[in-house]
């Protein structure tokens, strides 16, 4: 990417954002985003032994955060993330025989085919794997 006349003259970059999912279970949210989803753990935190878990999780360039200590009135967020071989994810996800809806690609935007998987996880956060637009 080019950076922009503005980065250049103030002297700053902006970088990709991290999303801030909330989480209200661990071993559910492990079990979907690690187990499942196939996301890999950059770092846990915690402010005590007993205090809930606030982590960075990634799968390919894809970075989130999954917060513990969110309260049942946090927002649900929704996230697209990228992919490339929209259907080759969904048929590695089929593969697992998970216990998790079926994963479909569907095509919201009436471009003939199907570009986006959108999976809820155990939260209601909505993650939305989008196949580029120059993927075939």
């Known amino acids: 990417m080019s950076h922009s006349k503005t980065e250049s003259e103030h002297g700053f970059e902006i970088r990709s954002s991290i999303p801030v999912l909330r ?14 989803l196939g996301f890999e753990v950059d770092w846990e935190s915690r402010f005590s032994p007993t205090a ?4 960075q999780i990634h799968l390919g360039e894809a970075v989130l955060h999954l917060n513990g200590h969110a309260q049942d009135d946090a927002p649900t967020t929704e996230v697209n ?4 071989g929209l259907q080759n994810f969904c048929d590695y996800l089929i593969a697992k025989e998970a216990d998790y809806p079926k994963p479909i690609p569907v ?7 199907n ?11 909505l993650l939305v ?3 580029q637009t120059t993927e075939g």
């Open 129 to 131: 794997f989008c196949s």
């Open 115 to 125: 570009t986006d998987l959108n999976l809820f996880d155990p939260f209601g956060n």
């Open 52 to 55: 809930p878990l606030y982590l």
């Open 23 to 36: 989480m209200f279970d661990e071993a559910k949210a492990k079990a979907f985003y690690l187990d499942y």
């Open 107 to 113: 095509d919201p935007r009436y471009q003939g085919r």
């Open 81 to 84: 993330i990228p992919v490339l």
